[in-house]
């Protein structure tokens, strides 16, 4: 929610000037006709800014000032002036500064890290409201445990380094920092997790937190409730998961954290809970770098999730939002979407095999794709995604694999370097639009065993065996697809394959446009086969099929060639400039005409 009404603070500015930025009056207006009555709270923070200053501030920033002091100061201005909790007021200040341009969302999301903290911190400490813990009691709390209970609602927690076996039970909106070396500052627990989220908005920031096996522990981290924000940890558990989040009434931020070496999944989000997941490493997770069920929907942005034994996995109708992120390198598969997951994943880099099955759907868009294994894509048991845009490329055996009834929109895809691009079979039925098919290692599209699909406005090229094979009863629907340049040939169709071939241009293929053998039986209509480097169709060994008003000329060899019973049904067509032509084999039966 807080992104949309940034994105739209950021619009407003655009169209209307950084004049908004002085004028409260003015702002809520426009604030409250671009977002809606759905976003009064973050409506209400923003325009507290302006009420106060803060907006201009930001236009004037420059004087001096390091920008994270002068950021604590607006943030802690924003907080006592108008009674705004600390993370939605620090929220509230970058929102105006990505707006105003004063920083970009990369300095943003620097400033959110240690450093800024720190700022913060030092404000806390003139204002007496800081608190300190040391676990050699040199400070005034010797456990983070009294500390907290010390606390009213957002305070700050600075904790020196050193092991607190505690577990921590966040019940009020308060900040927890580790003031030192992250890998120093360490909150280790068996009993129970090691902390667990009980209040609107926390925060808990450059600490380890590590899990130890025992009876109690759900994760390191459990957020049943509220808005957590993890902010550069180190995650490792001996339990059920690193970082547990469930229930609808979550929205968590997870940020530049190792979440790592679990026994089980490194992020869960179950239940209908929400989060976000910026800048992270999940990685050497015994089950699933991260694990998204029950309606459950977050974000996952920039990053690396690798060296799991299953990447992601999106099941029982979970959503969510992945992009930019690095999923390779998991020992079995990179993405599982399953049992009615539907996520969007956009502009990743997928170095493992991606699997949509059991009803599955999902769109995966602008990705690459490739694989050291059998095959970067899998779709099958009614599985149903969209592929669109994506590069898929380089895998040892299949570029895509739709098989046992899988289905799925693959557009505008790269498709090149497998062995075969694209396979259809065991009832596989795919749409594939608009795809560029090239330089594979066998063919382009290869169906079989009863597969189908619709195939059209392709670009199929420089395949080595076929543009097109079919076979085994293999029979799909092409239409208006270019064919062409193949270091084999065009159409390969043998052991009972059929497939209806309509307004394709098939051209220029070292081994001809058209082969039909045992059994093959396709109707091929208002085709131009030409200018192929051999024959332009040859029908052998009681292969059969229809041509129906097609174009056929220029071919090295034979137009039409039909050896043994190989009876060929041509309808209207024009081999090299006259209407009806025919061809008689040398042998066997003659092409009948019609």
Aim: aromatic share 4%.
């Amino acid at each position: 929610m807080k992104m949309i009404v940034q994105q739209k603070l950021v619009e407003l500015i655009k169209r209307f000037g950084v004049d908004v930025a002085g004028d409260a009056r003015r702002c809520e207006a426009l604030l409250r006709d671009f977002c809606g009555d759905q976003h009064q709270r973050e409506v209400h923070v923003l325009v507290c800014a302006v009420r106060d200053g803060i907006a201009s501030k930001l236009v004037s920033a420059g004087n001096g000032i390091p920008t994270s002091v002068l950021w604590s100061r607006l943030v802690s201005r924003l907080h006592n002036n108008y009674g705004i909790a600390m993370p939605l007021a620090q929220w509230g200040v970058q929102s105006w500064a990505l707006a105003l341009g004063s920083v970009t969302l990369r300095e943003i999301n620097a400033l959110a890290d240690e450093n800024c903290w720190r700022a913060l911190a030092e404000e806390k400490a003139r204002s007496g409201e800081l608190l300190r813990v040391a676990a050699d009691g040199s400070c005034r709390f010797k456990t983070i445990t009294e500390a907290i209970k010390a606390a009213i609602a957002d305070d700050l927690i600075m904790v020196a380094p050193g092991l607190y076996k505690e577990s921590l039970r966040l019940d009020s909106p308060i900040t927890i920092i580790g003031d030192g070396q992250r890998d120093l500052i360490v909150i280790e627990s068996q009993d129970a997790s090691c902390v667990e989220m009980r209040t609107t908005e926390a925060c808990v920031s450059n600490l380890t937190i590590r899990c130890l096996e025992g009876d109690k522990a759900i994760a390191a981290v459990f957020i049943p409730d509220g808005r957590l924000s993890i902010i550069g940890c180190d995650l490792s558990s001996e339990v059920f998961a690193c970082v547990a989040i469930r229930g609808a009434k979550t929205n968590s931020l997870i940020k530049s954290c190792e979440i790592r070496d679990c026994r089980g999944f490194g992020v869960l989000v179950s239940d209908l809970g929400q989060n976000t997941i910026e800048d992270c490493n999940i990685y050497g997770n015994a089950k699933s770098g991260v694990i998204i069920t029950e309606n459950s929907n977050p974000m996952i942005r920039r990053c690396a999730i690798t060296n799991n034994d299953l990447g992601v996995v999106v099941m029982k109708s979970g959503q969510g939002m992945i992009e930019d992120c690095e999923i390779s390198d998991n020992k079995n598969t990179g993405i599982i979407i399953s049992d009615k997951g539907n996520p969007v994943i956009r502009r990743c880099q997928i170095n493992d095999d991606l699997v949509v099955c059991q009803d599955g759907q999902g769109v995966i868009e602008n990705c690459v794709l490739s694989s050291q294994k059998d095959e970067c894509i899998v779709i099958s048991n009614n599985g149903n995604p969209v592929i669109r845009k994506c590069i898929i490329r380089d895998c040892h055996s299949i570029g895509v694999c739709v098989r046992d009834s899988g289905q799925g929109l693959i557009e505008d895809c790269d498709i090149f370097g497998n062995v075969i691009n694209i396979g259809i079979f065991r009832s596989g039925n795919p749409r594939i639009k608009s795809c560029r098919l090239h330089d594979d290692h066998q063919s382009g599209v290869f169906v079989s065993q009863s597969g189908g699909g619709v195939i059209e406005n392709c670009d199929i090229y420089g395949s080595a065996v076929a543009g097109i094979a079919t076979k085994q009863s293999g029979n799909p629907s092409v239409r208006r697809c270019k064919i062409h340049d193949g270091k084999g040939g065009g159409l390969f169709v043998t052991e009972s394959g059929q497939g209806t071939f309509e307004d394709c241009d098939i051209f220029g293929n070292d081994c001809g446009g058209v082969m039909i053998t045992d059994n093959g039986n396709p109707i091929i209509r208002k085709c131009k086969i030409h200018n192929g480097k051999a024959n332009g169709i040859i029908v052998q060994n009681n292969g059969h099929g229809t041509l129906e008003d097609c174009e056929i000329f220029g071919n090295k060899d034979k137009a039409i060639e039909s050896t043994g019973n190989c009876p060929i049904d041509v309808h209207n067509c024009t081999i090299d400039g006259v209407l009806f032509a025919v061809f008689p084999a040398e042998t066997g039966n003659p092409i009948t005409t019609m």
